[in-house]
């Protein structure tokens, strides 16, 4: 199963347990321990960074956040593999959480930043650099994508009265969601794809060296018994 495959799957199952669970005593908790609040949260709960991607608070943004994950998370991972696309995946989220730290102590933005949006985003990015002078569209056929938007808008509707409860209620104003700060997913995807690009250069300019050396030795290796022979 790819990667790609697995995070869809879990982003399903983290909106479904965060809408069904409206009202309930532990949805508030769950949301403060898994979304990014500030740099003193960070500090307390440095998991923060990353675990901000399953706390989709709104359907919409849910739908468009795992939709650009359908479409773009497939292609670029059969074009750099699973690995290096899971870096890009989770690297581009921890970037968007750190330059949304960086807004929020400057006073630019407000509220805390949950939701995957921001790294689908970066993933839009990825998909453009790669796939963009190509003519696919991913592993998503675009009536599927329309399915999808369909469904995530009747989810938006559904849920609406029970997600608006929740933001009238002035004491969750602190985790208010920052929708903000995943835009700048858009131009930080760029930055993600090249230190991933850099450390695959890395990495195979260090095999290649191995491999010169393992050579060299080798080389070395039969001088030394070609010297033993010619002195027997």
Not at 12 to 25: C, E, I, W
Not at 189 to 195: D, E, I, P, T
Request: charged share 20%.
């Amino acid at each position: 199963m790819k990667a790609t495959h697995l995070l869809l799957s879990a982003h399903l199952a983290a909106f479904l347990v965060l809408v069904f669970g409206t009202g309930t005593p532990w949805q508030e908790e769950l949301i403060q321990q898994l979304a990014l609040a500030d740099a003193a949260g960070v500090l307390e709960r440095p998991w923060t960074l990353l675990t901000h991607l399953v706390v989709n608070v709104h359907a919409l943004e849910f739908a468009l956040s795992v939709g650009l994950l359908a479409i773009a998370g497939g292609s670029i991972e059969e074009r750099v593999g699973r690995e290096r696309f899971c870096a890009l995946y989770f690297g581009s989220a921890a970037l968007v959480a750190l330059s949304h730290l960086v807004l929020r102590e400057a006073g630019l933005t407000v509220g805390v930043l949950a939701g995957s949006l921001g790294a689908s985003c970066a993933l839009l990015t990825c998909y453009l650099f790669l796939r963009g002078g190509e003519r696919r569209g991913g592993t998503i056929s675009f009536p599927l994508l329309y399915l999808l938007v369909c469904f995530g808008g009747a989810l938006d509707r559904s849920f609406e009265l029970r997600l608006a409860d929740l933001e009238r209620v002035a004491r969750l104003e602190a985790i208010r969601p920052s929708t903000w700060s995943h835009i700048l997913g858009l131009t930080l995807g760029a930055l993600s794809l090249y230190m991933v690009r850099v450390s695959e250069r890395v990495q195979e300019r260090y095999r290649l060296h191995r491999d010169i050396s393992h050579l060299q030795q080798e080389v070395d290796a039969r001088a030394r018994v070609e010297l033993l022979l010619s002195k027997i």
